[in-house]
Structure formats: C-alpha cells, structure tokens
C-alpha cells in the first residue's frame, strides 16, 4: 500500500474517533441531570457611598447575572451599618438610597433578602418612628415580613430572623417554622437562609451563631427528609458544613473586608482572614442534591 493512502487510511480512522468521542460526551452530557434551579447567595453586601463601593458592587451584580441565576437571595447587612447609637437619620438613609440605586442593576429578577443585624435603626427618637427597627427594613428589602417562606419549581425556600435577643428565632417564629415544615408533603426539599450560621467551621473562629442551634438541628431532624441545605452569612467567611446530611454554607460576603483593603493583602485584595470577596452560585436539583461554589469577584 502506497504511503498517501495509509496516511488517508490512518485520518479517516483518527477523525471517526474523534466524531465518536464527542458524541460519546455529548450523549453523556444529556445523561447528567439538569439544575431545576441556578441561584445566587449575595451576603453582607454593607453598602455605603465610601470605598466607590456602589460603582464596585454593580460591577459584582454584573458578574452574578452572568451566571444565568434564575433568581437572587440576599442574607443580610445589606447596608453597611444603621445600629449604632451615633447613626443619623441622614446616614441611614444614604445608605438604603445607595442600596436602591445599586438594586436597579437586578431590574428583571427577583431579589429575596433577610434582615441583617446591622439594617435596622435602632437610634430612632422613639418606637413610633416609621424608620425604627425592622420593618422599615422590610419596607426597604420589599419582602414581605421579617420571615416568610415560598415555593420554586418544587423547591421550598424559608427566610429567617434571628435578630433577637441571644441570636435565636423568637418564639412566635419558631412556631412558624414548625407548622411551615410539617405542612409539606414528605421529601419536598427545603433550603433555609439566615443572616446568622447555624452550624460551621466560622463560629469556631469568630463566633457569630445561632444560640439556638440545637433546637433548630432537632427540628431538622424531625424533616430530614425535607432540609437540605441552611444559607448563611455574617461572619464574612466561606465553609460548608455536612450535618445530618444537611449542608451548612456560611458564603462569605460581598464586601469581603468591608470594601477596605483586607487583613490578607499577601493573599489578595479584599480579604478578611483567609476569604475573598466573594458570592455563591447554588445549583437545585429534582432530587433534593445541591451544589454550592463560592466565586471570588476581585472587584
């Protein structure tokens, strides 16, 4: 046989593995079940009109929904800071000004956030003041209570407040809480979303937890046929803890170091301990399965 033809011979040979090699993959890829759900966690996003952290944070929304998110959670301290006694009623509401100018990067998706201990404005003249305490913040988030849960494409989702005494779900919430669970049909997967981790590898290094932790594991329990996976943030540091076969994501922060230059400079800019800043892409699945990834955004 004469060379060319081999050579002929040997490129056919090479290019219908080829073929066949992708379409090998490619039949593996539709194998792979596909996310009923793409969401976003942006956490601790403390936003002020200092540090050019507007103009920085619609650069970081820009680069969330380029994820094709089917829709946003927000875990709190949207603003970067309303509870202290010396807050003006002139810097809250700058602040919360900024927050909905920088909302408008996410016109077209839905946005469901939880109060953070540092939204609320504690220093109001009195209890009467329609801008003191939580539900102005309910006002400014646009949710409909302090908690509340609802349903997507066969998820369940159950926003929580523990601004309360001892970091913990008050009495009449956590009464709530049970009946919202034991009211779903058996398997129906559930993820939570606190400001305050639950459980975690960050409460050993800087507190910041549900005092209350015991009680809700408990409650898991009793549905763990139901919870998955429990969304957290405040403490400004990534982990994710496997409990009970439920994962606890506490997703670092948006604003990493507060939008100053960070404790880490060796390690990058924005760092506080050993996270950058950063949000999380959460994948949903028929079948109760999550996966959770952290993205650094440099900004």
Not at 133 to 157: A, C, D, M, T
Not at 179 to 187: E, F, M, Q, T, V
Not at 269 to 275: A, W
Request: proline share 5%; with cysteine.
């Amino acid at each position: 046989m004469k060379r060319r033809s081999v050579l002929k011979q040997v490129g056919l040979l090479a290019a219908t593995a080829l073929t066949g090699g992708a379409a090998e993959a490619n039949e593996q890829d539709a194998k792979q079940p596909k996310p009923v759900l793409t969401v976003a966690h942006i956490t601790d996003v403390h936003i002020r009109p200092d540090e050019e952290a507007p103009v920085r944070f619609k650069k970081c929304l820009k680069l969330v929904k380029q994820q094709k998110i089917d829709f946003i959670l927000n875990g709190g301290d949207s603003i970067h800071a309303a509870d202290y006694n010396d807050i003006t009623r002139a810097r809250v509401n700058e602040q919360w000004n900024v927050w909905l100018d920088c909302m408008k990067e996410l016109t077209g998706y839905e946005v469901y956030s939880c109060i953070g201990n540092h939204d609320p404005w504690w220093a109001a003249p009195d209890k009467t003041d329609a801008m003191y305490g939580k539900e102005y913040v309910v006002k400014q988030l646009n949710i409909p209570h302090r908690y509340y849960s609802f349903s997507k494409k066969g998820w369940h989702f159950i926003i929580l407040d523990g601004n309360n005494p001892g970091i913990k779900l008050d009495d009449e919430q956590y009464q709530w809480l049970e009946r919202d669970l034991a009211a779903l049909p058996s398997g129906t997967p559930v993820l939570l979303m606190s400001h305050f981790p639950v459980f975690g590898a960050t409460p050993v290094l800087v507190g910041g937890n549900h005092s209350d932790n015991k009680k809700l594991k408990d409650l898991f329990y009793q549905h763990r046929d139901k919870v998955r996976v429990v969304l957290s943030g405040h403490n400004h540091l990534y982990d994710k803890v496997l409990y009970n076969n439920v994962w606890y994501c506490c997703n670092g922060a948006m604003s990493g170091f507060w939008w100053g230059k960070g404790d880490k400079e060796s390690a990058g800019p924005g760092y506080y301990l050993e996270t950058p800043p950063g949000y999380a892409i959460l994948k949903l699945y028929a079948d109760g399965s999550v996966t959770n990834e952290y993205y650094p955004h440099g900004q």
